[in-house]
């Protein structure tokens, strides 16, 4: 399985979600933290950094890092919903690491879009 067809796929069904589906959208999006927490255990973990490849920015991340960045800001504005509060809440602390990392890198941040940026982007294509 991939980032886009787990993680990310969940996250915007969240997002895509009639208000009387959310909670259901949630708890799997919930399943697919937890696994992305376990993938990154079992790969990445022990090679002292919070990416993939330890203190290496890897393609991995390359690719996450736009997905990262609209599901950081569009999930907690939009539907409320926190994925670090939720990382948090299920215990899932590598996964809270490796976002954290990929959100606050420089190549990350210079590259994205401003957070309202964003929300308007989205919203607008949801009108459509």
Known sequence: ATF????SA????VLNAADADVARRVGELDGQLKALDGFLQ???GGRGGP??????FSL???HAAPF?????VLLPRLRKVSLLARCRRLGLSRLHAWLQAVARRPSVTQTGLPEEALVEAYSAGRKQ
């Open 4 to 7: 886009d067809s787990t993680l």
């Open 10 to 13: 969940a996250a915007f069904a």
């Open 42 to 44: 079992r790969h990445g």
């Open 51 to 56: 990416f993939f490849c330890g203190q290496a």
């Open 60 to 62: 991995a991340e390359v």
């Open 68 to 72: 990262v960045q609209r599901l950081l």
